[in-house]
Nanobody, 131 residues
């Protein structure tokens, strides 16, 4: 069973950077997509970025493009979301999710990010951007 555990959230000031980590376990092959999502109070969940576990191809949503990057370290079973130039609007609970399948390339990854399905979720980590 896939388990995901997020970490790295916290309070940062506008303009600062933060890196979130998603520790993954239970993968039975290399064919997984892992995505980052966020949900702010009173708002719907938003897909932020995702990555192919096998080949590292990735997709970043337009809403954060140029400020967020996603990466993975297969040796450590970790997926990271690096956030730069953070804004108060980035305040949210951030989740990672995974889906088994052959997801590769931005087109396929973006379709999965926004349409799912999502097999496994982490518990989330709070990110607050405030001065």
């Amino acid at each position: 069973q896939v388990q995901l555990v997020e970490s790295g959230g916290g309070l940062v000031q506008p303009g600062e950077s933060l890196r979130l980590s998603c520790a993954a376990s239970g993968f039975t092959s290399d064919y997984y997509a892992v995505g980052w999502f966020r949900q702010a109070p009173g708002k719907e969940r938003e897909g932020v970025s995702c990555i192919s576990w096998k080949d590292g191809s990735s997709y970043v949503a337009d809403s954060v493009k140029g400020r967020f990057t996603v990466s993975r370290d297969k040796a450590k079973n970790m997926v990271y979301l690096q956030m730069y130039y953070m804004e108060p609007e980035d305040t949210a609970v951030y989740f990672c999710a995974a889906r088994r399948g052959h997801y590769s390339g931005a087109d396929y990854l973006s379709t999965w990010l926004f349409r799912g399905p999502y097999d496994s979720w982490g518990q989330g980590t709070q990110v607050t951007v405030s001065s």
